[in-house]
């Protein structure tokens, strides 16, 4: 079983829909989690922090289950240009860290 | 702006021959940096930790002769493909944590063409 695991994708999701990501970890000494999204041929970047009581900017929200050892994001009303691949990322500590395969996701006009 | 910069972001070399790849920390001293390698479709996977003044850790699988790791001051770590092949051919990207909620920032990226 891989430490990470996030929904296979791909998603191909017209603009302005609702689209939910998941994503499970099994190191339950694990402390921080993470959204990145990174782009074709670029590196990730962060998208949001991951918290118990939930996280929220804009479109996206972030929630996470530390009893089940589940995370998700969902993205409101589409845009184009969240066309992406989006990695769950846990860590323990910085020496730590763990990466789903990621999701990818196509906005399609 | 960014907090960690990497160079070059593209460099393709000849079989046989070395690369060297920078990872600067911009904005904080970093006594650990990371090295990853991401090859197409697939998850980014961590070859080695650079420690500021002592040797890498590398991961499993890693060869710590063939990608050597320098990390010489707070805020410069290099990673050196020697007799570089074309399976080396791969995004390979650097990442510093910083703050107490350890965000891991990664700097641009450097895709390595061996051919």
């Known amino acids: 079983r891989k430490e990470v695991e996030q929904d296979p994708g791909p998603f191909n999701v017209p603009e302005g829909a609702t689209v939910a990501f998941n994503c499970t970890y099994s190191?339950?000494?694990?402390?921080?989690f993470f959204w990145y999204r990174q782009d074709c041929r670029k590196e990730p970047k962060l998208l949001m922090s991951v918290y118990s009581s939930g996280n929220e900017d804009g479109r996206f929200t972030a929630q996470l289950n530390r009893a089940s050892q589940y995370i998700s994001l969902l993205i409101r009303d589409s845009k184009l240009s969240d066309s992406a691949t989006y990695l769950c990322v846990v860590t323990e500590g910085y020496q730590k860290v763990t990466f789903g395969t990621g999701t990818k996701l196509q906005v399609i006009p | 702006g960014a907090v960690v910069s990497q160079h070059p972001s593209w460099v393709i070399c000849k079989s046989g021959t070395s690369v060297k790849i920078e990872c600067r920390s911009l904005d904080f001293q970093a006594t650990t940096m990371f090295w990853y390698r991401q090859f197409p479709k697939q998850s980014l996977m961590l070859m080695a930790t650079s420690n500021e003044g002592s040797k890498a850790t590398y991961e499993q699988g890693v060869e710590k002769d063939k990608f050597l790791i320098n990390h010489a001051s707070l805020t410069l770590s290099t990673l050196t493909v020697t007799s570089a092949h074309p399976e080396d051919s791969s995004f390979y990207i650097c990442?510093?944590?910083?703050?107490?909620?350890?965000?891991?920032?990664f700097g641009e990226g450097s895709w390595l063409t061996v051919v």
């Open positions: 190191n339950s000494a694990s402390q921080s």
């Open positions: 990442s510093v944590g910083q703050g107490s909620g350890n965000t891991i920032y």
